[in-house]
């Protein structure tokens, strides 16, 4: 085999096809085992980044809270029934009135309507 790089050749002695095949696949699974290792360490990284202990959530949370009582709004999270899913809400303290809610309750609705549609599809298909 010659492999040349502009003003460079070199020749490189295989014995048969098949040797070249299995250096080929070599490399292939070297290079593939390099990337899946880079990967899975990347993946550790953002989950040490990601993980907080229960002391900085409490911290946040007090500090959250402390926020709030200077806005005389508080933050209330829900778990809705339907779509196992956290539904927060921003609510004045005087009148309990919803400030701000995210999601939305339109796409609380959306999606309860695509779920039971999800649901009479699979039924007809079954």
């Given at each position: ?79 809705d029934r339907d779509l196992d899913i956290p539904v927060a809400k921003i609510i ?5 009135r919803v400030i701000r809610q995210i999601p939305p309750d339109y796409l609380l609705?959306?999606m309860k309507k695509i779920d039971q549609l999800l649901g009479i599809l699979l039924?007809?298909?079954?």
């Open positions: 085999m010659r492999i040349s790089s502009n003003d460079i050749k070199v020749d490189v002695p295989v014995a048969n096809p098949d040797q070249q095949v299995v250096l080929q696949k070599q490399v292939q699974e070297g290079t593939l085992q390099k990337f899946q290792r880079e990967a899975q360490e990347q993946t550790q990284s953002m989950q040490e980044k990601r993980e907080l202990s229960s002391e900085e959530l409490q911290k946040l949370m007090e500090e959250i809270k402390r926020k709030f009582d200077t806005l005389n709004k508080y933050l209330r999270i829900d778990i004045e303290r005087d009148t309990n609705e959306l039924q007809k298909e079954a």
